[in-house]
C-alpha cells in the first residue's frame, strides 16, 4: 500500500504528475491538493483503470490535513513559475512562503513521508522544508529530496542528440550534480555512459554544458509568458518518485543524483564536501537509496579540470541559495 500526495495538484505540472502516478499500478491512494480546482482533476483521474483511489482537497475544512495523513510519499510542485527574464530566485519572494506553510503541513500530519521538492528556487526550498521540520522536532535528513532530475532527464536527451540518435535517450546517463539553477547545475560528461564523439571540441563541450545548464531558459523562452517546464517535469517527478518508492519496498541498487542535505549520510557527506572544498549543508549528489530514503551518498570520484571548475562556479552560489532559505524560517514565526 503506497499513499502519494501531491500538493500543488492542479498545476502545470501538477496535473500531468498527477496523471503519470495515476498510471503507476503500485500507488494506491493517490491524495490532490492545492488552493484550487482539485475535485475535476481526482474526479477526472478517478475514471482511470488502475489501483489508486483518488481524492482532491483544497483548504477548507482542513484539507491540508485531510490530503496528508497517511501519506508514504508527498510531492511538491505548489507555486509559481518564471516568466522570460526572470531568475529562479526572483520566485523565492512568493515561493518560500508556500512551501514553508506546506512544510508546516507535512511536519503536523505526515512527519515520516519521503518528501520531494520541485518548487523553485530548488536550492533554497529544501533547505526551507527542512529548516521547517527541525523546528518541529521531526527532522529526518534521509527524506527531504530537492528533485533535480529534470536536469539529468536533459543531459541525457541533449548527449543522445550530439551522438545523432535519439534512441540511445532513455540509456544514456549522465550524473548531474551541484543544485537546479544556472551554473549550480554541474553535468560530468567525462562520466556518461556513451562518451562523447572523440575530438568533440572544447567550443562544443561549453555549448552543450550550456544548454543542460540553462536547459530550463528555453522552454520559458519557447513558452513566450506561460510559464516553464510542466511536461518534462512532470515525467522526471514521476521517474524520481517510482524510484523512492521502489528502494522503500527494498529494490537495491538504485542511485541517483538529487539535492539532499549532507548530514543524510556523514560517512559520505563528509567526503564530498571534501571534493568539493566547501562546508555546504546541501548539494546535489549521486545517492543511493534505500528503504528509509537516502542510503549513501556518493562522491564525485573522477572529474575533469573543466569540471573542477564548474564545481568551483558553483560552490558560492549554492552557499548564498542555502543561506537564503535557512535564514527565511529562522526569521520566519511557525
Ligand atoms: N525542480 C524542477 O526541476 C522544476 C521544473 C519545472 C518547474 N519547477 C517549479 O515548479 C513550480 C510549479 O510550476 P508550475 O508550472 O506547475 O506552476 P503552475 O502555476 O502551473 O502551478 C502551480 C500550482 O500551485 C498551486 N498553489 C499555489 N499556492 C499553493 C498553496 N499554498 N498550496 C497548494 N497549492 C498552491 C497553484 O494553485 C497552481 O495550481 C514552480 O515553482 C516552478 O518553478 C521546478
Ligand atoms: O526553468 C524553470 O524555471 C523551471 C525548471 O526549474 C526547469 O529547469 O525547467
Not at 537516502?294 to 573543466?306: D, M, P, R, S, Y
Amino acid at each position: 500500500m503506497v499513499k502519494a500526495v501531491v500538493l500543488g495538484a492542479a498545476g502545470g505540472i501538477g496535473q500531468p504528475l498527477s496523471l503519470l502516478l495515476k498510471t503507476n499500478p503500485s500507488i494506491t491512494e493517490l491524495s490532490l491538493y492545492d488552493i484550487v480546482n482539485t475535485p475535476g482533476v481526482a474526479a477526472d483521474l478517478s475514471h482511470i483503470d488502475t489501483p489508486a483511489k483518488v481524492a482532491g482537497y483544497l483548504p477548507p475544512d482542513d484539507g491540508l490535513k485531510k490530503a496528508l495523513t497517511g501519506a508514504d510519499i508527498v510531492i511538491i510542485p505548489a507555486g509559481v513559475p518564471r516568466k522570460p527574464g526572470m531568475t529562479r530566485d526572483d520566485l523565492f519572494k512568493i515561493n518560500a512562503g508556500i512551501v514553508r506553510d506546506l512544510a508546516k503541513g507535512i511536519a503536523e500530519a505526515a512527519p515520516k513521508a519521503f518528501v520531494l521538492v520541485i518548487s523553485n528556487p530548488v536550492n533554497s526550498t529544501v533547505p526551507i522544508v527542512a529548516e521547517v521540520f527541525k523546528k518541529a522536532g521531526v527532522f529526518d535528513p534521509k527524506k527531504i529530496f530537492g528533485v533535480t532530475t529534470l536536469d539529468v532527464v536533459r543531459a541525457s536527451t541533449f548527449v543522445s542528440e550530439v551522438l545523432g540518435d535519439l534512441s540511445l535517450a532513455p540509456k544514456v546517463t549522465v550524473p548531474v550534480v551541484g543544485g537546479h539553477s544556472g551554473v549550480t547545475i554541474v553535468p560530468l560528461l567525462s562520466q556518461s555512459s556513451h562518451p562523447l564523439p572523440s575530438g568533440f571540441s572544447q567550443e562544443n563541450l561549453d555549448k552543450l554544458v550550456n544548454r543542460i545548464q540553462f536547459g530550463g531558459d528555453e522552454v520559458v523562452k519557447a513558452k513566450d509568458g506561460a510559464g516553464s517546464a510542466t511536461l518534462s517535469m512532470a515525467y522526471a517527478g514521476a521517474d524520481f518518485a517510482y524510484k523512492i518508492i521502489c528502494a522503500a519496498k527494498g529494490e537495491k541498487g538504485i542511485v541517483a543524483p538529487t539535492y539532499v542535505n549532507l548530514a543524510a549520510d556523514k560517512e559520505g557527506g563528509d567526503a564530498l564536501k571534501k571534493e568539493i572544498g566547501r562546508d555546504l549543508e546541501y548539494f546535489s549528489a549521486p545517492v543511493e537509496l534505500g528503504t528509509e530514503g537516502v542510503a549513501k551518498i556518493n562522491t564525485l570520484g573522477k572529474i575533469t579540470a573543466h569540471e573542477a571548475n564548474l564545481i568551483k562556479a558553483a560552490v558560492p552560489e549554492l552557499a548564498t541559495n542555502i543561506e537564503k532559505g535557512v535564514s527565511f524560517i529562522e526569521s520566519s514565526k511557525l
